[in-house]
């Protein structure tokens, strides 16, 4: 056989030199200003942003209607005056404190749940039987009993807070528990890992994605119900968070200051899904190579 057929590499045909002007390649241009700052999620996010308040100003503006609906801009003075005078500020630390006792409670109990249902075929059925039972009953729904249970206080607050985040943290970690793959499983259990270690070191880190979309929509549920539920309280009570003052300020005519509310509940929604959720996402499930 020719010593060609064997080795192509040591024909004696030449391969034509790079062209001096041949363009780069398309992933290797680099990128101008503009592309490099589409690629920053952080700008993109607070564009859009600003689209939407030149759209609620446009419209405010068009429809001229104050107590209707007020100007972004006058929105933006009352949510001013609100934090000068401090009262929107002792709102939404009302509001956060209660927020986080009753969504504390709620995950505990949700991973206690969850735990004996991962134990036992009797906890999964118990598990499985309370999510189908009160996962789709409203919490707001349960506030005229809670009065009744609890009185005028916080805890009818926290009761149907944990009634909010129960049900869709235990579901979503129970989902998550139930996919890990059997060969992780194994690989726990050739480890001798069990009970709580076995939790911890094997399921927690491969259910994770699942475990953050629970605790997510659990305090998005607890965010919304805690609003609607301060809207009835705070009518019962005399006092309450920022649900309440955005009704106080509805009975007064003070649509600007109820805007200044809503957007503060916005504000801080953003901030905990930007700030403590996405850091979380980028500690460890993007740092595991995993997708949520």
């Known amino acids: 056989m020719p010593p060609d057929a064997r080795c192509p590499a040591t024909s004696g045909t030449l391969e034509a030199p790079p062209l001096l002007n041949e363009p780069p390649i398309a ?49 933006l003075e009352a949510l001013w ?19 986080l006792v009753g969504y504390a409670s709620g995950v505990l109990l949700a991973g206690l749940l969850t735990g004996l249902a991962i134990g036992s075929r009797l906890g999964n059925d118990l598990l499985e039987t309370l ?26 607050l926290i ?54 979309s629970g605790l997510k929509n659990g305090w998005a549920f607890a965010w919304r119900t805690l609003i609607a539920a301060e809207l009835v309280f705070g009518v019962s009570s005399g006092s309450g968070g920022l649900g309440w003052f955005i009704y106080e300020n509805k009975n007064q005519l003070e649509i600007p200051s109820v805007f200044a509310g809503l957007l503060t509940v916005i504000l801080i929604g953003l901030a905990m899904e930007n700030l403590v959720f996405r850091s979380i996402e980028v500690c460890t499930v993007r740092r595991w190579g995993m997708h949520a």
């Open 131 to 156: 999510t189908a039972m009160f996962n789709p009953l409203p919490a707001i729904a349960l506030l005229p009993l809670a009065l009744l249970w609890f009185g005028l206080g916080a805890g009818s």
């Open 81 to 99: 005056e609100g934090l000068l005078s401090g009262a929107l500020i002792q709102r939404a630390a009302f509001t956060l404190k209660l927020l």
């Open 159 to 212: 009761f149907v807070l944990i009634h909010s985040v129960l049900w869709p943290v235990a579901l979503c970690t129970h989902a998550g528990f139930k996919s890990v793959s059997p060969t992780l499983r194994m690989v726990g259990r050739n480890y001798g890992l069990v009970g709580p270690r076995y939790v911890t070191r094997i399921l927690i880190p491969a259910a994770f994605p699942c475990i953050l």
């Open 27 to 75: 992933g290797e241009r680099p990128l101008v200003l503009v592309e490099q700052l589409a690629n920053v999620a952080a700008l993109r996010k607070i564009l859009l942003l600003m689209v939407l308040a030149v759209l609620w100003q446009a419209y405010a503006s068009r429809l001229d209607n104050p107590l209707l609906f007020p100007t972004f801009t006058a929105t």
